[in-house]
């Protein structure tokens, strides 16, 4: 968790970016993120975003000028993770903004050291059921190595994390499990408490973006739909809030020993059958019989 103060954002935006890709290691892949999250900030963009880059946020397609970042005052807290070999990098932080604090997941992906897309998900006050813009008390740790013994497989990382998000559903609630949950920075009771998901119906969409063995931390992007019925209130106390809807979701997962040790989720209301703005991913069978499929999209 890093804060970022002016002093740094002057140094980042003076990163330059080459005009041909090159090699990125995890140091460089760190401050070209942190170089794009500040020019999004202050609009200057530099040789940064090309042209060919791809921008979205809250799964619509924006010119970076018309970020909501650019209405960030100061990034309060900043929770940065990365991962070399897909070329993925993202943030999870809050901020004091014009209009009120914020929430804001953000993912990069990265060809060597060059930007080529970027998906943000920005969250207000009034955007979700749950918002606390203080730091969280529960972040999976983005830097430390997991010992050999205590990894996943890639597979089984997915797997994981996929099978938390299908004990969501009313048929089979998630059961209390003892880890740490941050839902929109608010400390959850357990693992399977998540008020903005409760009674979600559909959990679709989802794609795995990042999947970082070493670290034990994988990273999911969904929509979930919630019908009216199922809603905090129920039918006879409807409200806008409460009536049907989808939820855009970033959830980043950290795994040790097969078990999931920390949850961190960025939600944002959305209307019924809102997309993420993103292809869904492809899957290919796995050779080995009994196995979960592997995702080949990393978006």
Known sequence: ??????????????????AAAR???RTCTLQVSDAVLS??????????????????????????????LRAFKNITYQ??????TGGVAGFNGAAEAYGGPALFSMRLKLKGDQVAEVETLVVRRT??????????????????????????SRADLIAISGAWLDRLAPARAAE???????ENGARSTSCGNVPGLRGATLIRDRRWPLVDEARGLVWVFAMADIPAEAAPGGPAN????????????????????????AIALVLRDAPPGALTGWAPPKAKKSPTPGRPSEVLDRR
């Open 1 to 18: 968790m890093r804060q970022v103060g002016p002093v740094a954002l002057v140094f980042l935006l003076a990163v330059p970016a080459p």
């Open 23 to 25: 090699d990125c290691d």
């Open 39 to 68: 020019a999004l900030q202050t609009g200057q963009f530099g040789k940064l975003l090309p042209r060919s880059v791809r921008v979205t946020e809250n799964g619509r397609d924006i010119r970076p000028a018309d970020s909501q």
């Open 79 to 84: 929770h940065t993770f990365a991962e070399l």
């Open 127 to 152: 955007e979700a059921l749950t918002f606390s813009p203080e730091p969280p008390s529960a972040e999976p740790d983005g830097d430390q190595v997991l010992p050999p013994q205590g990894r996943a």
């Open 176 to 182: 209390a499990t003892s880890c740490s949950l941050a």
């Open 238 to 261: 409807r409200s806008p809030r409460r009536a049907a809807h989808s939820v855009r979701m970033s959830a980043l997962f950290r795994v040790e020993t097969g078990q999931i040790g």
